[in-house]
C-alpha cells in the first residue's frame, strides 16, 4: 500500500481518538496495533510485548522516579519561603525589582525539581501573593511566573531530558550538562525582558524598599544554603563523573528527605502524599514510554520512518530550513498535547529524518526542549497556564495573554541555539576532556 494512504490513515485514527478522550499510551498502542495488524504481516502480541516490555524497564528510567519523587519531598517544604526572603534584597536595585524573583526563585528551584509543573505551583503560591500585596502589576506576576516556570524543564535534572534520553537513545548525563548554559540564558533572557518593560513603564512599578544594609543581604542569602547544597550533591556528583543520573537521583532524595527532616516538615502525611505523588507520575510517564515503544516499532514495520526520512531528503532544505518546519510542527502540537506526549509521539517518526539531516541528537534534545517549554504556556493544553489559573482563578486565556511575551522570548532563545550551537555542545564536549 502507498505509504502516503498509509500515513494519512494512522493519523486519522491517532487524532481521532485523542479527541475522543482515550488516553495518550492506549492511543498509542491503539495506532500500533492497528498498523501492525492492516499494513504489515508481523505477529502483533510479540511485537506489543517485547517492545512494552522494554520500553519499561529501560535502565536510563530507573532515575524518573527518584527525581519526582525528589521533586514531590521539596514541594511539600518552607524552601520557596527562604528562597523569597533571601532573592528579595538582592533584585530591589534592578529595575522590575521583585518581578525577577519569579524568574530567579524559578531557576534555582528547577535545579532541584525537573517538573515544569512543580516549578511553576511552588514558587506561584509564594510569589504570586507577595507581588500582588506590594503592588506588582498582576499581568507581569503572572507572565513572568507562567514563563519562567518551564524552565524547570531545561535546568538539569530534567523529567523531561530522561523521557527525551530514553527514546533517543542519548546519554542523559550528557543531556542534564547540556541543558545548563541554555537554561541560564532564557533565565537571563525573561530578566532582560522584564528590565526593558520596568524601564518603559516606570509608574508601574512599584517604588524600592527602604535601603538594606550590604550585611543584611548576605544574611538573606543563608536561607538558599538548604537548597544550594541539594544543588551541589546532585548535580556536581554528575558533573564530576562521581555518580551516574540515577545514582545522583537517589542521593538527592536521600538529601531531600533530610532538608525535609530538618525543617519539622517531614510528617507522616507529607511522606506518603509525597510518594503517592511520585508514584501517579511516574506510572503515567512510563505508560506512555510503553505505548510510544510500541509505536516506534510499528512505524519500522510499516517502513514508514525511512519513506518519511528519503522525503525530507528529496526536498533538499537546508538544516536551518528543516528545523524551522519542525519549530512550527511543534508549536501547533503544542497547543494539543502535553510536552511528554508530543515528544514520544514524534521522535518515533522523526528520528531517521533527523539523522538524515545530519543533526546532532544531543544539540537537537535542548531543541526540542525548548520547544515543548513554549508549549507549556500555549493554550489550550499549556500546563503551566492550567497551574496559574488555579492559583489564581484567572480565565486560561487572561493567563495565555500574560505569558505572550514570554513565548516571544523563548523564540528568541531558541534562534540563540540555533545559531550558536555551542550554547549546547560546549559545556558537554568540555566534561568529556575531563
Known amino acids: 500500500m502507498d505509504a502516503t494512504v498509509i500515513f494519512l490513515t494512522l493519523l486519522a485514527l491517532l487524532f481521532g481518538l485523542l479527541a475522543s478522550g482515550v488516553w495518550v499510551a492506549f492511543t498509542l498502542i491503539g495506532v500500533a496495533t492497528v498498523a501492525t495488524l492492516a499494513f504489515t504481516n508481523r505477529p502483533v502480541a510479540d511485537a506489543m510485548a517485547t517492545s512494552i516490555w522494554g520500553g519499561m524497564t529501560s535502565w536510563s528510567l530507573t532515575a524518573l522516579p527518584l527525581f519526582i519523587w525528589m521533586g514531590e519531598i521539596l514541594f511539600r517544604t518552607r524552601l520557596t519561603k527562604d528562597m523569597f526572603r533571601a532573592l528579595a534584597p538582592w ?17 534555582v528551584f528547577a535545579a532541584v525539581s525537573g517538573s515544569s509543573a512543580a516549578t511553576c505551583a511552588t514558587i506561584g503560591r509564594i510569589t504570586l501573593k507577595e507581588l ?61 525582558y522584564i528590565v526593558l518593560w520596568a524601564l518603559l513603564h516606570p509608574g508601574e512599578v512599584p517604588a524600592p524598599d527602604p535601603g538594606i544594609r550590604f550585611a543584611d543581604k548576605v544574611r538573606a542569602l543563608l536561607g538558599l544554603l538548604p537548597i544550594a547544597s541539594l544543588i551541589v550533591a546532585v548535580l556536581g556528583s554528575i558533573y564530576f563523573g562521581i555518580a551516574t543520573a540515577t545514582e545522583a537521583a537517589a542521593l538527592g532524595v536521600v538529601a531531600a528527605l533530610a532538608l525535609a527532616a530538618l525543617q519539622g516538615q517531614l510528617t507522616t502525611e507529607a511522606f506518603v502524599a509525597g510518594v503517592a505523588g511520585a508514584v501517579h507520575t511516574t506510572a503515567m510517564i512510563t505508560l506512555i514510554l510503553a505505548g510510544s515503544s510500541f509505536l516506534t516499532l510499528a512505524m519500522g514495520y510499516t517502513g514508514l520512518p525511512r519513506g518519511l526520512a528519503q522525503w525530507v531528503t528529496s526536498l533538499e532544505l537546508s538544516t536551518l530550513g528543516f528545523l524551522v518546519a519542525l519549530s512550527l510542527l511543534f508549536i501547533v502540537l503544542g497547543c494539543f498535547l502535553d510536552g511528554i506526549s508530543m515528544v514520544v509521539l514524534t521522535l518515533s517518526v522523526l528520528l531517521p529524518a533527523i539523522k538524515a539531516a545530519g543533526i546532532d541528537l544531543l544539540w537537537f534534545g535542548i531543541f526540542v526542549i525548548l520547544l515543548v517549554e513554549m508549549a507549556q504556556i500555549t493554550p489550550p493544553v499549556g500546563f503551566n497556564l492550567f ?46 576532556r575531563t
Open 91 to 107: 533584585v530591589g536595585p534592578i529595575p522590575g525589582r521583585l518581578l525577577h524573583v519569579n524568574v530567579a526563585g524559578c531557576t
Open 132 to 192: 500582588e500585596s506590594r503592588g506588582y502589576p498582576d499581568r507581569l506576576s503572572i507572565g513572568s511566573l507562567a514563563g519562567a516556570g518551564t524552565i524547570g524543564l531545561l535546568i538539569p535534572p530534567s523529567i523531561m531530558m530522561i523521557v527525551y534520553g530514553v527514546a533517543a537513545d542519548v546519554s542523559i548525563t550528557e543531556l542534564f550538562i547540556a541543558g545548563v548554559i541554555p537554561g541560564l540564558l532564557l533565565a537571563a533572557l525573561f530578566s532582560a
Open 387 to 432: 497551574v496559574i489559573q488555579g492559583l489564581t482563578g484567572r480565565s486560561i486565556g487572561y493567563v495565555a495573554a500574560c505569558a505572550l511575551p514570554f513565548f516571544f522570548v523563548m523564540i528568541v532563545a531558541v534562534a540563540a541555539i540555533t545559531l550558536f550551537p555551542e550554547l549546547v555542545t560546549w559545556l558537554p564536549s568540555q566534561i568529556r
